[in-house]
């Protein structure tokens, strides 16, 4: 991000940086100051729907790189769930050998252009960053995430992008249901395995929640396309439009000779607060708002057949991900004021803290320690405000975050024509309805043994949101991955090779 406190470095700084690394000790290299890459300017981009950041150039990238101090317990490792070798690609785009770097990445992580955008890089591989810890500042953590992002779009660009060899064929055959992250990163590592592979997916693209929920400011769609296509290169095959437990069933799956099935279906069935006037025209769950706005492409409506509401005030109730992705939309489709209504404080918002930061910038009003009590309508039906009570934070819940309390006879009035909730989304109950055999926690996500992720039925494996509830890209993929090495042992116990 570009703070204007830190002036980005001239290119003689940048290279004398990389020409000198080797003479620099350990503490030289914690104290050289972070490269900051540049954005788009707030009062533009919410003009358009280009990606806010603007990418590293190569000089920048590798002076970035440098600031890591390559520790021996490589604690960055530690943080993330698929184990990229970070300080070995860091390394190696610091010498300058970018091909290298990306093919190291490639060993754990066959998505990195969207995992360096859109992993919470701040709770995982830079939160553990010793370079933080030397300045006590978290914002100092050597920039892992746009190093990665860098080179996967300069590998992409260059061409020639490498793939990971595909495994002999061994014969057997597997349905992924769901081409999110978990579906495609169980796809992946199979191909590897030699197995055949192939995903179902209810919409007519890939990519899940990347290409319906994540809007394309902070995830170009070409970009997750580029990469989903990387698999159909390694054989992935895709069935489009097909909804497993409506269209046909795992039962099917395996009568037409499949020998085990990923379930990824994630978790997209949105949950709503519970007020009055939620029924009123103008109230979208923000999966609808930002399924018609990227994925049905709303905001080229009406060259496009789907439409979204645009009005000039907006409330998105929430503080996560989701909630600063329907903001930021409603900035883009013209709204002039959106409140953004969360019961708690700042602290406890979940959401990445470049989006929040992002939002800010953008002017999004923050509402903190404010909780909807209701939608209140016009004559005809529609959206006329929001109701909000004040809230106090009272004693931490069993998730360790404060719990907001009500102030009471503390109300007021949000004059808004539009209201998102984006509080939360829970598991669609489809597939464990129409399969035998299945067990559902309480939340309704699908219990699996942790070690292998199969599923209380023989043969079928889950993992990604739908096992986890709503979570992280990173997290999806990581169980995708380790339910593929389960796979491989599962169809062939013979076959011990690792999948990395
Ligand atoms: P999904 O991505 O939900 O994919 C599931 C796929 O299964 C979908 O394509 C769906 O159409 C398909 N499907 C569902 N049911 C069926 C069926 N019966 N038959 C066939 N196909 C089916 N995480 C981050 O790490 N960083 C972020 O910045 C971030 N931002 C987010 C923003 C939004 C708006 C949302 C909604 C989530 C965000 N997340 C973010 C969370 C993250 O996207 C999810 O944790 C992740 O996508 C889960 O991956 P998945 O593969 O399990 O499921």
Redesign the pocket.
């Given at each position: 991000m570009t703070d204007p406190a830190k002036p980005s470095l001239t290119p003689e700084d940048l290279a004398a940086r990389v020409e000198n690394r080797k003479s620099l000790t350990n503490r030289q290299r914690g104290q050289l100051p972070k490269i900051y890459w540049k954005e788009q300017e707030p009062a533009e981009r919410i003009r358009n729907t280009r990606e806010v950041p603007l990418p590293y150039t190569p000089a920048e990238a590798r002076a970035e790189a440098v600031r890591c101090l390559s520790c021996k317990n490589e604690p960055c490792v530690t943080g993330c769930p698929v184990s990229v070798d970070v300080p070995g690609f860091l390394r190696l785009v610091a010498e300058g050998d970018f091909r290298g770097a990306i093919r190291l990445i490639k060993e754990t992580n066959l998505l990195p252009a969207i995992?360096g955008?859109?992993?919470?890089q701040e709770s995982q591989c830079q939160e553990n960053c010793m370079v933080a810890k030397v300045h006590k500042d978290l914002g100092f953590a050597v920039s892992v995430g746009k190093i990665e992002a860098f080179l996967a779009d300069w590998e992409r660009e260059e061409g020639g992008v490498e793939l990971p060899p595909v495994g002999d064929p061994t014969g057997k055959r597997v349905a992924i249901?769901?081409?999110?992250?978990?579906?495609?990163?169980c796809a992946g590592d199979l191909r590897r395995l030699g197995h055949k592979t192939v995903v179902?997916?209810?919409?007519h693209?890939?990519?899940?929640?990347?290409?319906?929920?994540?809007?394309e400011f902070?995830?170009p769609k070409d970009i997750v396309e580029a990469e989903v296509d990387n698999l159909r290169r390694m054989g992935v095959e895709f069935e489009f439009d097909?909804?497993?437990?409506?269209?046909l069933t795992i039962d099917d799956l395996f009568d037409d000779g499949f020998d085990a099935v990923y379930v990824?279906?994630?978790?997209?069935l949105p949950y709503f607060v519970n007020i009055p006037g939620e029924d009123l025209n103008g109230v979208y769950s923000?999966?609808e708002y930002?399924t018609r706005a990227n994925l049905m492409g709303a905001y080229r409506f009406p060259q496009e057949d789907t439409p979204v509401l645009r009005r000039e005030n907006v409330a998105v109730l929430g503080g996560?991900?989701?909630a600063?992705?329907?903001a930021r939309t409603a900035l883009r489709l013209g709204a002039k004021n959106v409140f953004l209504v969360y019961r708690r404080s700042r602290d406890e918002m979940p959401?990445?803290l470049e989006?929040v930061h992002h939002a800010e910038q953008e002017g999004v009003q923050f509402r903190m320690l404010s909780a909807p009590v209701a939608i209140l309508p016009t004559e005809s039906g529609w959206v006329r405000a929001l109701k909000i009570q004040t809230c106090e934070l009272g004693e931490p819940d069993e998730k360790g975050r404060r719990r907001p309390i009500p102030i009471e006879g503390a109300y007021e009035e949000l004059s808004v024509e539009i209201v998102i909730e984006?509080i939360g989304?829970g598991p669609?109950p489809?597939?464990p309805k129409t399969t035998a055999g299945l067990t559902t926690t309480r939340h309704g996500t699908l219990v699996v043994d942790e070690a292998t992720m199969m599923t209380t039925r023989k043969g079928v494996f889950a993992?990604?949101?739908?096992?986890?509830g709503?979570?992280?890209?990173?997290?999806?993929?990581g169980?995708?991955r380790k339910a593929a090495a389960a796979i491989g042992a599962y169809l062939r116990p013979e076959d011990t090779r690792p999948s990395r």
């Open positions: 995992c955008r859109v992993c919470p249901i769901g081409a999110g992250p978990s579906g495609l990163a179902f997916e209810a919409f693209k890939a990519g899940g929640v990347l290409v319906y929920g994540i809007p902070r995830l097909t909804v497993v437990g409506q269209t990824a279906t994630g978790a997209g923000a999966n930002l996560g991900n989701v600063m992705d329907a959401a990445r989006e984006a989304n669609n489809l597939i993992g990604g949101d739908i096992v986890a709503a979570s992280t890209v990173i997290l999806a993929m169980h995708g």
